[in-house]
Nanobody, 115 residues
């Protein structure tokens, strides 16, 4: 069974930084696109960033220039470096992987940006 476990969330001041991690198991990790999504309370879950199996990346307009997605295929890990954080970045952040048509999500890690 595919399992995804996020970590690294917490409370941070506006303008601060956090680095989120996603540990993947149960798949041949290097074959698949990985994604970070976020969901503010009471709102829909939206794409933050994607990274292909070869390292090609894409970002939501709201985080371009501030967030960086990366992966380490040898460690089955995906990361999201978040800089210049804003209160509107406050959300549950989720790691996502699709394997053989099945969608897998981690349980999320909470990021709160507040003064």
């Amino acid at each position: 069974q595919v399992q995804l476990v996020e970590s690294g969330g917490g409370l941070v001041q506006p303008g601060g930084s956090l680095r989120l991690s996603c540990a993947a198991s149960g798949s041949i990790f290097s074959r698949y696109v990985m994604g970070w999504y976020r969901q503010p309370p009471g709102q829909q879950r939206d794409l933050v960033a994607l990274i292909s199996r070869t390292g090609v990346t894409d970002y939501a307009d709201s985080v371009k220039g501030r967030f960086t997605i990366s992966r380490d295929n040898a460690k089955n890990m995906v990361y999201l470096q978040m800089n210049s954080l804003k209160p509107e970045d406050t959300a549950m952040y989720y790691c996502r992987q699709v394997v053989q048509g099945m969608e897998y999500w981690g349980k999320g890690t909470l990021v709160t940006v507040s003064s």
